[in-house]
């Protein structure tokens, strides 16, 4: 029979044991100098299947920009004022109703497809041209001020690009992380809404804390997202969210404290009626975010 100091010594043993905590907590959060600078490269690619009036119509695009970050003043806080500048721009499209074609800002030569064109004056409105941003250590975007003499050149292009489309260009460029420490296992959401010439769609992401990757030490973050579109009010074009499905992960360097890669599928079965046609499609949708 254990004797009742030892009895009372594996009592306490087992207390101590259940009150310590499963996992430790992991604190994320994004770190800037004043004076560095960030490169990111955003990759997309898009598959789309249309069914139009019993006709099948198929397209491939791949986008591609180039992103440059310029840390200002950081507070005390961490939060960093600065610049992001989209330093070019590189289309691909294969097949559908507006044919081939190719565009890259970095050319001098004018492209010669209807579409490339009106698309090289949208894109030469924003190329090199900055944009001041104020961003939290979670990521969460403060303030996005667009310079005038940008908005008097977006004025010009005929509603395809706008000051609420380049605000949500950049808000939704940075992963946003939990305020506080996070254990394995622990999840948090982040909402973005996307303008739409038919609605606006709203991605709210699930993101789940797998701790660290086996391959580079980073913290491992899992994306599972949640579509929904609402159409617009009076718009000719009534569109219907079929289904949805995707996922993703986010490589974050804690010690260096920005996102090293993120990358995430999705796929979706759109209806849109149009004057009394139906468009069926098929959207899937690959994007890649990685630091240079």
């Not at 009150?19 to 992991?26: D, G, L, T």
């Not at 254990?183 to 948090?188: A, V």
Request: hydrophobic share 35%; aromatic share 4%; net charge neutral.
């Amino acid at each position: 029979m254990l004797s009742g100091s030892l009895r009372r010594l594996l009592l306490l043993g087992l207390a101590l044991a259940s009150c310590a905590p499963v996992s430790a907590q992991e604190k994320l959060a994004w770190k800037f100098t004043s004076g560095e600078s960030l490169k990111y490269v955003v990759e997309q690619s898009t598959e789309m299947q249309m069914s139009i009036a019993g006709q099948k119509q198929s397209m491939q695009l791949k986008q591609t920009l180039d992103m440059d970050w310029k840390i200002g003043e950081v507070a005390s806080s961490g939060d960093a004022s600065m610049t992001q500048t989209i330093g070019r721009v590189q289309v691909q499209s294969d097949g559908g109703l507006v044919g081939g074609f190719k565009y890259d800002s970095s050319e001098s030569e004018a492209p010669t497809n209807a579409v490339a064109k009106s698309m090289a004056d949208v894109f030469s409105r924003i190329i090199n041209k900055p944009f001041a941003v104020t961003m939290q250590p979670s990521g969460k975007i403060g303030k996005v001020d667009v310079p005038k003499e940008l908005l008097e050149a977006l004025a010009g292009s005929g509603g395809a690009m706008s000051e609420d489309t380049l605000k949500q260009l950049m808000t939704q460029s940075a992963v946003t992380l939990p305020k506080d420490g996070v254990s394995k296992g622990e999840s948090w959401e982040n909402v973005q809404n996307v303008d739409m010439p038919v609605g606006v769609m709203t991605i709210n992401s699930k993101l789940t804390y797998l701790g660290n990757d086996s391959k580079t030490g980073f913290a491992e973050i899992e994306m599972k997202p949640t579509i929904s579109i609402k159409g617009k009010e009076g718009s000719p074009q009534q569109i219907t969210l079929k289904k949805s499905e995707g996922g993703g992960k986010v490589l974050f360097d804690q010690k260096a404290g920005r996102v090293a890669q993120s990358d995430v599928d999705l796929t979706m079965e759109l209806s849109i009626k149009q004057f009394g046609q139906q468009i069926d499609q098929q959207v899937k949708q690959k994007t890649l975010m990685k630091l240079q």
